[in-house]
């Protein structure tokens, strides 16, 4: 297999590529996501927007990866009652989205693009994982937010951290939960061989 490049920074996806025995080098994307996300949320699905993003981020870093690669990109929201659970932006902002997603249930959507460089092969699709949370007392919020843990992460939370513990269930692959659908994109990546 020639050599994989991340269109990615996310120290939760190079783990689990690390994991699952896969060389790789990362190249982070500067792609403003939340200006696309604005201009395309009420014009295409959330499944189309995934596949958008995971795209956009890959072809923008081309030019840096270098002729014979595979680009992998990907890109993830989290959607509850159909509005996107963004990162959070400071402490308000997180209690806020917390509460929210609090004894509901939402979809975690990862995007995945591949893009083969030397055969001029793309690949693009999506995975999706349901999750059930439980009740989050603003107790609770509070105190985990004071871990600083759900800063940065889509969906406010970290499934394999201590926000853990706010889940009643999960229907599907948690490893997209985490940050890449491993299993979907070792299966996409087959079809290049």
Known sequence: MREIILASA?????DILKK???KFKSLKSNLNENLLIKSLTNIVT???LVKILSAAKGISITQKAGQRK????FDTIVVCKNKIITKPKNKKDALKKLLFISNKEHKVLTGIFIFDLKSKTVISDYEVTSIKMKKITINDAIKYIKTKEPFGKAGCYAIQGKGGRFIKSINGDYNNVVGLPLKKYLSLLKRLN
């Open 46 to 48: 959330f499944q189309s």
């Open 10 to 14: 996310s120290p939760r996806r190079k």
């Open 20 to 22: 699952a025995g896969i």
């Open 70 to 73: 595979i680009i992998s990109a």
